[in-house]
Structure formats: C-alpha cells, structure tokens
C-alpha cells in the first residue's frame, strides 16, 4: 500500500527558529512535492522536485527551502521561521501518473 | 495557466439526499481532472480521476464526476449523502510539466442527520 510519512503531525516553534520537516515515501516516487494548506485558500506549492537534488519553485517558495538528497526523502526547511508561516503543511508524492498520495501533514504553530 | 474555481465554499445536504459539488477549470490544453477527499485531521485521499478517457468517471464511495468539455466543468455528485461524507473536497486540475497540480480552494460538505 502506497504510504508517505510526514515525521510530526503538530509543532510548536519561536518565531526567528530554524524549522525542518521531514517527508519519506515508500513507492519509489520520482516526484516530491511541498504544500502549504490555509483555510480559504486550498492548497499552494512551496517547492517541487522530479529527482535527487532537484529542485523547483513553486508558487510561494519565499521563506522556504528544500532539501532531496535521496530519492525517498524530500525536507522543507524554514530557515527563521515567523508568524505568517502558522500553517498545515502537506506533502506528497508521485510518479508519471500525475496521482498525488498524500502524507497526513504538520500542523506547524509559530509563536 | 490553469486554474480551477469551486463554486461554492459550503455545501449542507441532508442524509440521503442528493451531493453536488460544483467545479470549473480553465486549462490551455487537454487537462487531467481530480477531486480529493480531506476527512478532518486527515491527509488527502484521491476520489476520482479524469484522463481523456470516458467523461463520466465513477470513484471511490459511490462519487462520480462528469467531465463536460463545453463547459469547462467538472462536478462531483453523488445520490445519497451519507454523515460519513462530511469534509472538505478539493478539484484539482493538473498543470502537466512536472506532474504539478493546481488547487481549487475547497468546498465543505455538512451532512445533517
């Protein structure tokens, strides 16, 4: 069965903390992707990658960035986190089918 | 660019009673379609998929989603709601390079008792 793991459901960080999350697939997935969920506003790509240490921006990249050094495991990385990046963040995988599979996300609270 | 647009942010229906969840797309080429299911709490699961193949796609717990050229449409029903139906449903179009997929911004379905 297809599964990605997210390594925190909740986190709690101080504004201006450096922030990692961690996603791992187990399907051999070429694609990795990073989302930002917020009420209202659906889900938005942070960052994207189509192979080991590949990278590419999504639509609000700004504040972020990413981490694929081997092809099972993609990291978001908030390099000083602040308020505005309170969010859900979810992260998927896939391969050339373009079908998306989920991880269950990291409700990240920032104070 | 696409971009998908849902209609309506809160849907209410009774237990079985009919579900429609209405969505439009705007796409430059022949796109592939998908609605996913958010349960609270939960990550998303994948309903249905739309590929260019017949237009009526039948997916998961009895939803189905007709793909309507035309109209540049692709609605989510289903005929009898259930309370387990309750979440959050997103239409999604794919933009292709990448595999990368546009959001529309969600529709709530409350199922009353």
């Known amino acids: 069965d297809v599964k990605v793991t997210q390594s925190s459901r909740y986190l709690v960080k101080r504004t201006g903390e450096k922030v990692f999350l961690e996603c791992v697939q187990d399907?051999?997935?070429?694609?990795m992707f990073w989302y930002r969920q917020d009420p209202g506003l659906g889900l938005r790509l942070i960052y994207f990658?189509?192979?080991?240490?590949?990278?590419e921006k999504g639509d609000i990249p700004e504040g972020y960035s990413v981490s694929r050094e081997k092809k099972e495991r993609f990291s978001l990385i908030l390099e000083s986190a602040s308020t505005n990046q309170t969010s859900m963040y979810l992260c998927?995988?896939?391969?050339?089918?373009?079908?998306?599979?989920f991880g269950p996300g990291t409700r990240l609270l920032v104070l | 660019a696409q971009s998908v647009t849902q209609l309506d942010s809160h849907v209410s229906v009774s237990e079985g009673t009919p579900v429609l969840l209405r969505c439009n797309y705007s796409?430059?080429?022949?796109?592939?379609l998908f609605w996913y299911v958010q349960h609270p709490n939960k990550g998303l699961q994948l309903l249905l998929k739309?590929?260019?193949?017949?237009?009526l796609v039948k997916g998961i717990n009895g939803f189905e989603a007709e793909f309507k050229k035309s109209e540049t449409s692709f609605h989510l029903t289903k005929p009898s709601a259930h309370m387990s139906d309750a979440a959050e449903y997103f239409c999604?179009?794919?933009?292709?390079?990448?595999?990368?997929?546009?959001f529309g911004a969600g529709t709530i379905l409350r199922v009353k008792s």
């Open positions: 998927a995988s896939s391969s050339s089918t373009e079908t998306q599979y």
């Open positions: 399907m051999d997935h070429e694609n």
């Open positions: 990658s189509y192979d080991v240490k590949m990278k």
């Open positions: 796409s430059s080429y022949s796109p592939s």
């Open positions: 739309y590929t260019s193949a017949a237009t």
């Open positions: 999604v179009v794919s933009e292709g390079y990448g595999n990368k997929l546009v």
